[in-house]
């Protein structure tokens, strides 16, 4: 086999190697732990060598695979500690068992397969200085030089392959020289997690599954358990370290907290009494914390809970381990009281069938191929057998052993769970052996040149396809990674009664998931079933957010969020937006329903009945004037700016319906552009006829002629230049700020759907140019307000504008006073127009339809005299105590009447009611001629100057 190295490296190893191991081993100190201790040792039988560095158990075959076995335990002062029953000398009786199985059925077709195998006594350094015996047949072929050491058979040996090694920082350090000579290494207890990079350890394989694996199986029964606060102690190895990043980080995926962590030494040493009880010390810190889940081997784990019993801790915590410690004996073996309840993670596996009868046959007579055998038979029965060797823990015993012990309840046999990987691992190299002897031997019995040695590239490929029934029953392969099948049973450590504990599986997990989980056989303390709760905080309450305590995320205290906060996550009171509230578990905002004036609203249904009747009342006054659009009355009350008058007031009724309506674009628009409208309609024509009123009294008193602009087409132009002006800004504010609806909240209890101008007091700006005409009106009622009284459609006028004034004094503080309640706005700003309109309906058109309706003998044009006799001042003396209604008066009349130079038309007429008339200027005027001026001025045909003048 052809070395991958440089042969000036592998020539110098070889040499290091033959200078440390030929020469002098006798005398050899052990040089790879900084406490050494010299291999000869004093008893008091005599001096002795320990540990026996050069016992191997050899069977010899046509081709041999290496194997380390954890024959002896770790000890803290010494090399090598007691012998290790389960994990040691049965796993090295299995993989025995094993090749006996395999030679005696010709498994190899006339080839036999054999071993030699080492104790590492579970310490890297040992077990790789250990493992340098695997190597000397490959470096003997470098070069094609054989060098050895002369006195050293073994070194004459070509390994194919190794088992193990057990420990995962064992098979590290081997896997690392092996891989240098393309050696195949296949461990039957490694699971560190490191292991399954191909690229760092190419000829690593394992029949067991990574840590990876069982990290997510102890998480899902930390999870099953329902705890979220849980201690961490791991063992100072590759394997406790790995396993600790892998629980971790599964750990944190979950949102499980570690209270604390704490390490187990092992590579760096062994731990003392005083560390294990300063973590169990820790432990205490932190009752919360009850479950703790130990990622470690059996011997350091036993060491933990002999701390816990000393330390009076046992029965607080709960605890979920790891295979290193499961079902193992040196873990709970008199410390059952501290372990029960324990829940542990063990890959799957099943006994080897037939091992039992054939473990529980040997003796040190018949198994003398195990050099360890009789130093186990000394432990399990306590005695001192004539054949054994001295160490430092068979001095102590005095009974002679005969050979012929039983094992007894006094001295159990409790089998380790696991040996099915190491006949597993035995049994893949057998068929990838089988394999490559058909691929290149043709079939032919025995070792063909091709197969001595055995290429390392092509055993490894083998052995990544070997599919094969085990001595378990069970059918094994490899993944693709090289790492065994990911199945494992979750065991119980149950108390039955007084000293009677056993391990019970109680499921199972595989592919990831808890399965088959039997909660019934699943048992903290017997005299306490459940297990404890491993929480920092209780939850919290409904409505409680949990403040973290310490910047951790599994202890908090619990804060009350308000009425209007909710919790987007346990940790955060959140306030709801605008318009929502929290529901009732405070989860989640749920909007509030917008509100808004609606037509089934009982203040709705009061102003659109009003709204009704006076749009009712209103069309009426239409009708009756379009009917009688050419009587006296309706002409003398200046017919076209009633019209117009009327329009406005049937949209301030109209408006109503616009302002209940649901608010939306086209409403909101409606509704800002309509209520500056209908005012404008309103308060433009009455403004227009007030003004042309005013203006004829005054120029009455200064001249005798016709005021401009007074006719009915140039009041209509006044009145609709006046409402053109409330349009350009209704426009303009529409282009400016578009209407638009949307939420309204004037607290956090509401959500009022409006439109965004009621909110504020921007529709002020509609109201501005209306107010400003009803504060002109007003102004030329006052000034009008002396008018003879047959000139009395300037008081109407008057009570309009003075009821005006207090409706809209009444309504702006109303207004002002409702910006959170934007419904009464709405509804005050209804009946507050629809009053407006009806006070203008009512004083200016009730007398007219009095007289039109009732006393129609009055809308006609009176003569002016009262009879044939009568004189002209019946008419027009304002001071006749005869009443003239001012519905049947005439606008030039008016004129004239206000006309007048200096004393009442009257006064320049005479009492008397002689066929002629003297003026004041002294013409005399028959009674016939002032008849005619009288039908001339009801006509129009003529002006009081012309009727009047001399020449008439």
């Known amino acids: 086999m052809v070395c991958p190295a440089s042969p000036v490296l592998v020539l110098l190893l070889f040499g290091l190697l033959c200078f440390e191991l030929c020469s002098g081993k006798k005398n050899a100190k052990y040089r790879g732990l900084s406490k050494e201790k010299p291999f000869v040792m004093r008893g008091r039988y005599g001096n002795y060598t320990w540990p026996e560095r050069e016992l191997s158990a050899r069977i010899d075959g046509d081709i041999m695979i290496g194997a380390l076995h954890m024959i002896h335990e770790r000890s803290e002062d010494k090399i090598c500690g007691p012998i290790m029953p389960q994990g040691g000398i049965q796993a090295l009786e299995v993989m025995l068992y094993t090749l006996d199985h395999i030679n005696q059925n010709n498994i190899l077709p006339g080839v036999t397969l054999g071993v030699l195998a080492k104790d590492d006594c579970d310490r890297d350094i040992y077990g790789l200085e250990q493992s340098v015996d695997f190597i000397r047949g490959s470096i003997s072929l470098v070069g094609g030089t054989e060098h050895k050491c002369d006195e050293d058979t073994e070194s004459e040996l070509f390994i194919s392959g190794v088992l193990g090694a057990p420990s995962s920082v064992t098979s590290i350090q081997v896997a690392n020289l092996l891989k240098l000579f393309k050696i195949p290494q296949v461990s039957f207890f490694s699971t560190s997690a490191e292991l399954s990079s191909r690229d760092r350890y190419p000829f690593f394989l394992r029949t067991i599954p990574s840590d990876v694996n069982q990290a997510q ?3 899902e029964l930390v999870k099953m358990y329902g705890w979220s606060y849980v201690s961490v102690i791991y063992e100072e190895s590759s394997y406790g370290i790995k ?16 209270a604390w962590t704490d390490k187990l030494l092992k590579d760096s040493g062994v731990a003392t009494e ?28 036993g060491d933990l809970m002999k701390a816990v019993k000393k330390r009076g801790a046992t029965g607080l915590f709960s605890w979920i381990g790891s295979d290193g410690w499961g079902a193992r004996g040196l873990a709970y073996e008199g410390k059952e009281e501290e372990v029960e309840g324990a829940v542990t993670v ?3 596996a099943y006994p080897v069938q037939g091992f039992d009868e054939y473990f529980l046959s040997r003796t040190p007579e018949n198994n003398a191929r195990n050099p360890w055998f009789i130093e186990y038979w000394e432990k399990q029965f306590m005695c001192k ?12 015993f005095n ?3 005969t050979g012929r012990e039983r094992y007894s309840d006094d001295y159990p046999y409790s089998p380790e769970a696991q040996l099915q990987f190491v006949s597993d691992a035995v049994m893949a190299f057998a068929y990838a052996y089988k394999s490559l002897h058909k691929q290149v031997c043709d079939g032919r019995p025995g070792v063909c040149d091709e197969m001595d040695p055995p290429d390392g590239e092509m055993v490894k490929s083998e052995l990544y396809r070997v599919n094969f029934t085990g001595l378990s029953g069970q059918q094994f392969n490899f993944l693709s990674n090289g790492d065994g099948p990911n199945k494992y049973r979750i065991l119980n450590f149950r108390k039955f009664g007084p000293g009677n504990f056993r391990w019970v599986t109680v499921g199972y997990f595989i592919d990831g998931k808890l399965t088959q989980m039997n909660r019934t056989l699943l048992q903290y303390r017997q005299e306490e079933p459940d297990h404890p709760e491993s929480v920092c905080s209780k939850p919290c309450n409904t409505g409680e957010a949990q403040e973290p305590v310490n910047d951790g995320s599994c202890c908090w205290t619990c804060i009350t969020c308000t009425k209007y906060q909710y919790l987007p996550t346990p940790a955060k009171c959140q306030e709801c937006a605008m318009g929502t509230l929290p529901n009732a578990n405070k989860t989640v905002c749920v909007p509030i329903p917008p509100i808004y004036l609606s037509y089934t609203d009982g203040v709705a249904i009061g102003a659109m009945i009003f709204s009704s009747i006076g749009i009712i009342a209103t069309v009426f006054v239409i009708t009756v004037f379009s009917k009688y659009n050419d009587t006296p009355v309706v002409k003398a009350s200046g017919r076209e700016l009633s019209f117009v008058l009327l329009s406005g007031i049937f949209l301030c009724y109209s408006m109503t319906f616009i302002l209940i309506s649901k608010p939306g674009v086209i409403m909101c628009g409606m509704q800002r552009f309509g209520i500056g409208l209908c005012f404008a309609l309103c308060y433009g024509a009455i403004l227009t006829k007030t003004n042309r009123i005013a203006r004829i009294f005054r120029a009455g008193k200064r001249t005798a002629k016709r005021p401009k602009f007074i006719s009915p087409k140039s009041q209509l132009f006044i009145c609709f230049g006046l409402i053109s002006l409330q349009v350009i800004i209704g426009v303009l504010w529409l282009f400016m700020t578009p209407p638009k609806a949307g939420p309204f909240y004037a607290n956090r209890d509401d959500h009022q759907l409006v439109c965004i101008a009621w909110v504020g007091f921007s529709y002020m700006i509609a109201l501005s140019y209306p107010n400003i005409l009803i504060i002109i009106c007003t102004i030329y009622a006052i000034l009008t307000r002396k008018i003879p009284e047959a000139f009395n459609e300037s008081k109407y006028i008057g009570f309009t504008m003075y009821t005006t004034c207090i409706i809209w004094l009444a309504f702006v503080p109303i207004y002002f006073s409702t910006d959170k309640t934007i419904e009464i706005r709405i509804a005050t700003m209804c009946f507050t127009i629809s009053l407006s309109g009806t006070v203008a309906l009512v004083c200016m058109f009730t007398p007219k339809l009095y007289i039109i ?7 006609v044009r009176q003569s002016m005299m009262a009879s044939k006799t009568s004189s002209v001042s019946y008419k027009y003396n304002s001071t006749s105590t005869s009443r003239v209604d001012s519905g049947t008066q005439s606008d030039d009349m008016e004129m004239t009447q206000r006309l007048k130079p200096s004393s009442s038309f009257s006064s320049g007429l005479s009492r008397s009611t002689s066929a002629t008339q003297t003026c004041s200027n002294g013409t005399s005027i028959s009674t016939q001629t002032l008849d005619s001026i009288g039908r001339e001025l009801d006509r129009g045909t003529c002006s009081y100057e012309r009727c009047i003048s001399p020449k008439t």
């Open 853 to 859: 309706l009732l006393h129609p003998e009055r809308n």
């Open 243 to 258: 396993g600790f990043n892998e629980v971790e980080k599964a750990l944190k995926e979950n949102n499980i907290c570690i």
């Open 385 to 396: 057998h004539p054949n054994g060797s001295l160490t430092p823990y068979n001095e102590q």
């Open 346 to 348: 063990q890959p799957l």
């Open 217 to 219: 199986a102890m998480v």
């Open 274 to 301: 005083e560390s294990y009880l300063s973590i169990v010390d820790e432990l205490k810190k932190r009752p919360n914390a009850r479950g703790v889940i130990i990622f470690g081997s059996d011997q350091e784990v």
């Open 399 to 401: 009974r002679t052993c």
